[in-house]
């Protein structure tokens, strides 16, 4: 098996729709991307050429940049510098990518200050009563998944629980029907970034919309205890005067929220159960010790995470960085999963050490762009692991099946989780 060959149908996923989203990003393209990064690193921390170039894959990118210079940084401190500077590094360059999947509100291509006004609008929703929303639906729903399954003594973790669980959660929190959540979990695969073409993005956010107004409209005569509540009680400032969210910024910010409350979660959730499943000795010993889970979600979230890169950055001038002079107009993608493995920054950084002594790392970004959901995405992944062990003894890899593999580019998820218990 190759980098860039693997023996599987490009793609992942059960339904066309799942295997089509999940191979423009690389999956069942590249297996482990992490040597090759790696020997570029050792070259130096930024390059010219885009990742998907370096491995061979159709670039989604180029249909936004098609001239575009293109460069990719590797190193740590570099990734770091970049991620931090949102001056000479723009988020709002990068909008004419974003604007089919998010509309006009675009908390991934904003700058400051009109990035910080939409995040400030959308913090309540990750404060201790905002958790105590999401988490309020986290432990019935993985209950209930595994009471589902919990008879048969096996089934695919990947499709059977980790896919049906955080998409469930904002599906909840923003009011959707549960009887309406397999087309809401399509609609959330085509709004994260250049997994779809721009049409279907933008037929998807459309979609969104749509299905939205009906709640939005229902919040305003009837609050819930939701996001969608808790957004209409919010003010912004625009033009100088303060006012009530509008419904289209409020539809932005809830396209905004879909595909990251709904993707990386359960990808993330798949590469730590396979990791786990290759590690018998230390998932038996979580069994016991469930206060190291914590710090295992962070080291697999440096080692393996389920993003390669983080959202490009336009370079607005002339600038050089670390030697490397990168012209204006250049498109940046800071390859966060190739920094968190920077052996200037981390000993022996390509081994999975359950015990790492903790050190922040870039898996959630930094600076002003910080994921803001960061504390959700901990809680449901601990929440997640913890309910599978206290229902499934003996948890461990179902011999009857292929062993799965890690794959993709852009976005990192397993192919499979085939497991067993009892």
Known sequence: MTDTNMDMVAGVGREDWERRTTSRTGAGRVADPYPKLAELRRQGPIHRGSTFD????????AEVWPDAPRFISVGYDVTEQILQDNIGFSNAGIRKMTEYVFGEVSLMGSDDPEHRKFRALVQPAFTRHGLDLWRGFVRPRLDHLIE??????????????????????????LGIRPQDLERFHEWAAML??????????RNARLAVEEYMRGIIEDRRRNPHDDI???????????????????????????????????????RSLGILLVTLLERPELLERLYHDRERIPRVIEELLRWNGPVLFAPPRLATRDMVVAGVEIPAGSIVEPAIGAANRDPARFEDPDSFIADRNPRVTLSFSTGVHYCAGSQVARMELTAALNALLDHLPHLRFDDSQPPPQITGLMYRMPTGVPAMWG
């Open 54 to 61: 370096l491995f061979g894959v159709p670039d989604p990118m």
């Open 148 to 173: 589902g399954f919990k008879a048969k003594g096996r089934t695919d973790l990947y499709f059977e629980y980790c896919a049906e669980f955080p998409v469930y959660v904002i599906a909840m929190v």
């Open 192 to 201: 994260q970034i250049a997994a779809a073409t721009p049409d279907e993005a």
């Open 228 to 266: 969608v509540s808790m957004l209409l009680q919010r003010e912004i400032e625009l033009d100088g005067v303060q006012q009530k969210i509008s419904e289209r910024h409020l539809l932005g910010l809830i396209n905004n929220l879909l595909p990251a409350g709904a993707g990386t979660t359960y």
